[in-house]
């Protein structure tokens, strides 16, 4: 028997992505939520000597409170991730001569994507949470890796590597909770963090 819709009295007030990351919009298109996307204005300059996890966090809130501000009475969603390698911070690399040096000084190694989640409620009550996700690459030869990089091309992706694509291949362990936090969205995290805040998570699923 097909699901009860619900009617429009029922409904939540409305959810919104505050990113403009194709990949998290992707991710929330999982849940078969209503949402819609926005882009943050926020300053994502790194405060000085600001750890890794404390950055993506204040990101993530920042992004959620400057979209809450322009839409007063909605959920708000806001996500950010800092990947970092022996204290290194490692941002997007942009081009190709950059990703293939991250993925020489990755290559062996272990890092940590620091991946922050956000959520405004209608009522302004915010929730944070940090996810991280250890990541461990195969000790890759040059060849290798600018073989990767010319197929790819992975130059908005911290760490020059798509987990949810070839750049699977080139991974030779991943440790997290929440499978999805590496690609930029926690989905684990997210539907804890609706569910308590009392959204109707479940209830709109059909």
């Known amino acids: 028997m097909p699901a009860k819709q619900l009617t429009d009295s029922a409904m939540p007030a409305p959810l919104i992505l505050a990113s403009t990351s194709a990949y998290r919009r992707v991710l929330l298109e999982r849940l078969r939520l209503p949402f819609t996307v926005q882009n943050p204005q926020t300053d994502e300059t790194p405060w000085p000597s600001e750890a890794p996890d404390a950055l993506a966090l204040r990101l993530a809130q920042a992004k959620a409170r400057s979209v809450a501000s322009t839409a007063p009475g909605s959920w708000v969603i806001g996500s950010d991730q800092v990947c970092t390698c022996e204290g290194r911070i490692l941002g997007k690399p942009g081009q190709h001569a950059a990703a293939v040096g991250q993925l020489q000084m ?41 073989a990767y990089v010319q197929a790819e091309q992975p130059y908005d992706c911290a760490g020059s590597a798509k987990s949810e694509a070839l750049g699977i291949a080139l991974m030779e362990s991943i440790c997290s909770d929440d499978p999805t936090a590496l690609v930029g969205l926690p989905l684990i995290a997210l539907c804890d963090m609706l569910l308590s805040s009392g959204y109707p998570l479940l209830r709109l699923m059909r």
Do not use: K, N, Y
């Open 106 to 146: 990755l290559r062996g190694r272990s890092s940590v994507f620091h991946t922050a989640l956000a959520l405004v409620a209608p009522d302004g009550r915010v929730q944070v949470r940090t996810v991280p996700t250890t990541v461990r690459m195969r000790a890759l030869t040059d060849a290798q890796i600018e």
